[in-house]
């Protein structure tokens, strides 16, 4: 018998077309929906570019760049002292582009109604090409507020950092067109409670804001630290003060910031994180001394907007290739998709996703009005708020989705383990769900008009018994405040759910609004893939769907 006849023991069937290439603005209707519906329609052959891009070479370079991590050198092979991180080139690719289709810079350079709204749908479309590569990225863009505040810094930093020029050579600032600026607050004795702090500050010569300083101390955290200069705190004798810290001096020499590893994280593999030492460091007093915390929050308060976004996006490419694969895969003669139990799964994912993204863009939409107090008083409580609830939610969320996929979504070659790795930092970074949550209680209790903001955009439920029964009983909860600080999760989680069901019932269509408030504030079930009876789960799942051909 010859066996070699029988060699091929098959063919490979009832796996879907990949999606390589696919323009991500163009087969996500949600996001062209809520762009539009926020504001950012003139924007729109921007984004579906900017889609393009995401879904093509910068996908691929996503999936190199994390297979590529960052690699430290800590001296030359002459033995100098030179604190190098290389990155592979996909990651530049990543940055390049980022950077010169204004994602650090849009609404900064470009100030218009929607500018926020048409960046931050942007930075969706980058996340899930590759979401670490937006670490710089965000913090770049979220350091403008705080430069702003050193008219002296700003006039020699700020061209640079909104200027669409990616240099990432290890050269002095003055010698780069364009720059990225990186953060580094965290200690190892005070994490989240920067106020414990023990990096010193010792004036050059004169002290006072603008002025120069050398830092003597550590970080332990310090984001992406191939970065032109970083937004860092230290005590002076006033107390904890802010500083923009340059990687080199003035003369081209480099400045006194020592790294002395890289993080080994979970997730965010393709860019770097370090701990570094401060040892008589050259920095600027940023803001007013004493004010560190203050001055640097203007910086916080942007990135924890773009966690939103980031998480939002985790979910998005986890729903797009959950819907895509079950839309082809065929169990019993009979797509996954029209299968009654998947199709209420995949239903329950495009809710979830789609209402982060809403909440996402509203953001978006108050920062782009933050001359306005009623707008600027709700970003204030709601970017606490969307940071704790949008980012809890992603990874169980991209769990499920990776679930639909079976043991094809728990392998390397899928997106979705890498998408699941991502998902905590959001979480994590940038204050963890319990600072996010004590921050909502401050804002309400501290600042005037916050709850008045805040009910001004719920109404008074918009004709919806649910949506108004659960807004009376956040009223009622926010009447007794002996009980808040033990309830701040749930407070937090409330606020969230009422503003996403307002959102989706006044923008949205009526079968997505219907079964977001029949399942998160109606009595629901627990886990994904138990919207309640009634629900118009085929034409949920049909709106998640990637159109195909594409």
């Known amino acids: 018998m010859n066996l070699h006849a029988y060699a091929e023991t098959h063919t490979v069937s009832n796996q879907p077309p990949p999606l390589d290439g696919a323009n991500l603005y163009r087969i996500d209707l949600p996001l062209q929906h809520w762009a539009r519906h926020f504001g950012a329609g003139w924007a729109e052959a921007r984004i579906e570019a900017y889609g393009a891009l995401a879904g093509g070479p910068l996908m691929a370079a996503g999936f190199l760049a994390e297979a590529n991590p960052p690699q430290f050198h800590s001296h030359d092979r002459y033995g100098h002292r030179i604190d190098l991180v290389d990155f592979h080139p996909a990651y530049h690719l990543l940055m390049r582009t980022a950077i010169e289709h204004g994602l650090p810079s849009l609404p900064w350079s470009e100030p218009r109604p929607g500018a926020h709204v048409a960046r931050a749908a942007m930075t969706y479309l980058h996340s899930q090409a590759e979401a670490a590569s937006g670490c710089p990225l965000t913090m770049t863009f979220a350091a403008v507020p705080a430069l702003r505040r050193q008219a002296s810094l700003a006039a020699h930093w700020l061209p640079k ?153 985790l979910m998005r490419q986890a729903l797009t290739q959950a819907s895509h694969h079950c839309a082809h895969r065929t169990v019993s003669g009979r797509l996954l998709s029209e299968q009654p139990l998947m199709q209420n799964v995949l239903a329950d994912l495009a809710v979830e996703s789609e209402a982060a993204l809403a909440l996402s863009l509203r953001m978006a939409q108050a920062l782009d009005r933050l001359d306005h107090t009623q707008q600027r008083l709700f970003a204030r409580l709601m970017t606490a708020v969307g940071k704790y609830w949008i980012c809890k939610r992603a990874p169980a969320m991209i769990n499920e989705a990776a679930e639909c996929l079976g043991g094809a979504g728990y392998i390397e070659d899928s997106i979705l383990p890498r998408l699941y790795r991502e998902a905590p930092v959001n979480s994590i970074w940038e204050g963890s769900g319990n600072v996010q949550c004590l921050d909502v209680l401050r804002a309400l209790d501290r600042e005037d008009g916050v709850r008045e903001a805040l009910f001004d955009e719920l109404g008074d439920g918009h004709g919806d018994r649910r949506l108004a029964v659960h807004i009376q009983r956040l009223r009622q909860a926010l009447d007794d405040p002996a009980e808040l600080p033990s309830r701040a999760r749930q407070l937090s989680e409330d606020i969230a759910l009422a503003v996403q069901a307002r959102l989706l019932f006044e923008g949205g269509p009526s079968h997505l609004s219907e079964a977001f408030i029949g399942s998160r504030l109606d009595a629901g079930g627990r886990l994904y893939g138990t919207l309640p009876r009634g629900t118009d789960v085929a034409a949920l799942v049909a709106r998640a769907t990637p159109p195909w051909p594409l």
């Not at 010698?175 to 920067?194: F, I, N, Y």
């Open 161 to 313: 950092v909104l200027a669409c020029d990616y240099d990432p050579r290890n050269v002095g600032d003055r010698h780069k067109a364009g720059v990225t600026l990186g953060m580094a607050m965290t200690e190892k004795q005070g994490g989240s409670d920067v106020r414990a702090n023990t990096t010193r500050a010792f004036p050059v010569a004169a002290s006072g804001p603008g002025e120069a300083y050398e830092l003597l101390g550590h970080k332990w955290f310090c984001s992406a630290p191939m970065c032109d200069a970083f937004l860092t705190l230290a005590q002076t004798e006033h107390g904890l003060s802010c500083f923009l810290l340059p990687r080199h001096r003035p003369d081209d020499s480099r400045n006194e910031l020592y790294i002395q590893r890289l993080k080994n994280k979970l997730g965010n593999r393709a860019n770097a994180s370090c701990e570094v030492e401060f040892r008589g460091a050259l920095a600027w007093m940023l803001g007013e001394e004493g004010r560190g915390i203050a001055t640097i929050l203007e910086m916080v308060g942007m990135t924890r907007f773009d966690c939103m976004v980031g998480s939002s996006a």
